[in-house]
Nanobody
Framework: VQLQASGGGLVQPGGSLRLSCAASGFRLNSYAIGWFRQAPGKEREGVSCITSSGGITSYADSMKGRFTISRDDAKNTVYLQMNSLKPEDTAVYYC????????????????????WGQGTLVTVSS
């Protein structure tokens, strides 16, 4: 069971990036996926989540209207489209899921997720 986050990079303020979270070793279609981020010197925080059905999505307040989470189960991948990026969005972004019971729902606490990707760095700077 492995998650691979990719798509990070350097972008100017106001720019866009699309992050991908690809699964290997299992099918994503029965799993919720959460995105988290960790800025230097700060705790890891929740960004967004999508349920296994894709019917429910959630976002942290500071990302609402700028970020969009989606999934393509045929490609075994979840995406995070990030628009209108700000310098404070600079962080390492991680995707995560829960292996076990109730894996199809989203959780507010990162402690509920027990399978994590390696992270991808997003730097927003001019």
């Amino acid at each position: 069971v492995q998650l691979q986050a990719s798509g990070g990079g350097l972008v100017q303020p106001g720019g866009s990036l699309r992050l991908s979270c690809a699964a290997s070793g299992f099918r994503l279609n029965s799993y919720a996926i959460g995105w988290f981020r960790q800025a230097p010197g700060k705790e890891r925080e929740g960004v967004s989540c999508i349920t296994s059905s894709g019917g429910i999505t959630s976002y942290a307040d500071s990302m609402k209207g700028r970020f969009t989470i989606s999934r393509d189960d045929a490609k075994n991948t979840v995406y995070l489209q990030m628009n209108s990026l700000k310098p404070e969005d600079t962080a390492v972004y991680y995707c995560a899921t829960r292996i076990g019971l109730n894996r199809g729902r989203c959780y507010g606490s990162r402690s509920e997720y027990n399978a994590w990707g390696q992270g991808t760095l997003v730097t927003v700077s001019s």
